[in-house]
């Protein structure tokens, strides 16, 4: 199974960017999906999250700018996001609890996809 996280890239403050992560391989089911980012000198921190219901969370510094959406049947989930500030720019991480299946049995890992970074800067 792999994460595979693309759309990052330069903005001017002001600007939008669309992420998006599609999950692949032997995959049974998805349960919640996940953006996270890391800011350089900073830990890893939570930025939006959706269950397989599409029920949502987001961050405070996030609330009203990011939208977290997915696309079950193509096991892909989105991160849109609109007026970037500076503080913003990090290397964004999917996150994704997946569900499989090995010698009958189901099991659920989660996995990080490879990072796509984001910088946000006039």
């Known amino acids: 199974v792999q994460l595979q996280a693309s759309g990052g890239g330069l903005v001017q403050p002001g600007g939008s960017l669309r992420l998006s992560c599609a999950a692949s391989g032997d995959i049974v089911s998805i349960n919640d999906m996940g953006w996270f980012r890391q800011a350089p000198g900073k830990q890893r921190e939570l930025v939006a999250t959706?269950?397989?219901?599409?029920?949502?969370n987001y961050d405070d510094s996030v609330k009203g700018r990011f939208t977290i959406s997915r696309d079950n049947a193509k096991n892909t989930v989105y991160l849109q996001m609109n007026s970037l500030k500076p503080e913003d720019t990090a290397v964004y991480y999917c996150n994704a609890s997946i569900r499989r299946r090995k010698l009958g049995a189901l099991f659920t890992v989660r996995y990080w996809g490879q990072g796509t970074q984001v910088t946000v800067s006039s």
């Open positions: 959706i269950t397989g219901a599409g029920d949502t």
